[in-house]
């Protein structure tokens, strides 16, 4: 077609044969890119879903964090006072093992619940850290028999008997870390040029929101 248009500015008459030859390479060039092209936003659209997917889970486990507040929790004589943490790790892990969602729970690399400054930001060593461990996390069955979570505590910086609920309430924050694999034929193609590293993406989200007061 270029070929066509530069004969005919040109003045030259057409030789239909050697249109059809070109136009043939033309699509040979152009037909692979335009694939690259649909195959990546593809893949875009697909991180996309996980990043709204984890985005929902960090924000059912803050709002959950932030209900619960202390828990009722006077002492800090065990590892999780009235369980707010392992709540907030269950709401979380709800939202990301719901119907429809396409994330692996082995490739979230961490779940983060921190007490928060003015600007969304962990506060010190205020953090505490959950990590991946199917089958080994707390019983939260109320019942008789027992349902595990995937994550266990690693870290804990930010006992829940300690964070204020009352005057001028503490914010809590909660951070899911997930690791998107490339799943598309574009990660293939990336890994031949950049190696293996270069098909995962680090998707963060995050969540922030002040401890409902104490009444």
């Known amino acids: 077609m270029i070929a066509r248009i530069v004969r005919r500015i040109a003045g030259r008459p057409a030789d239909p044969a050697r249109e059809r030859g070109q136009g043939l390479v033309e699509m040979t060039l152009v037909l692979p890119l335009l694939m690259l092209l649909l195959v990546g936003m593809l893949e875009l659209g697909l991180a996309y879903n996980d990043t709204l997917t984890i985005g929902y889970a960090s924000r059912e486990g803050s709002r959950t964090g932030a209900a619960l507040a202390q828990g009722g929790a006077l002492s800090c004589a065990t590892p ?30 961490q779940i983060r619940i921190y007490k928060a400054d003015t600007s969304g930001n962990p506060v010190g060593g ?64 990336i890994g031949i040029v950049g190696g293996d590293g270069f098909r995962t993406l680090t998707l963060r989200e995050r969540t922030v929101m002040a401890l409902n007061p104490t009444l």
């Open 80 to 109: 999780d006072p009235g369980g707010v943490d392992t709540a907030v790790v269950a709401a979380v892990e709800r939202i990301l093992t719901s119907p429809g969602s396409d994330v692996t729970l082995a490739d979230v690399r």
């Open 126 to 189: 205020s953090i505490n850290v959950w990590r991946y461990a199917p089958g080994a996390g707390p019983d939260v069955d109320p019942g008789p028999s027992t349902v595990r979570l995937s994550f266990t505590e690693q870290t804990r910086g930010w006992a829940a008997c300690g964070r204020i609920a009352g005057g001028t309430p503490d914010s809590l924050g909660v951070e899911v870390e997930y690791a998107y694999r490339l799943t598309t034929p574009l990660g293939a193609i």
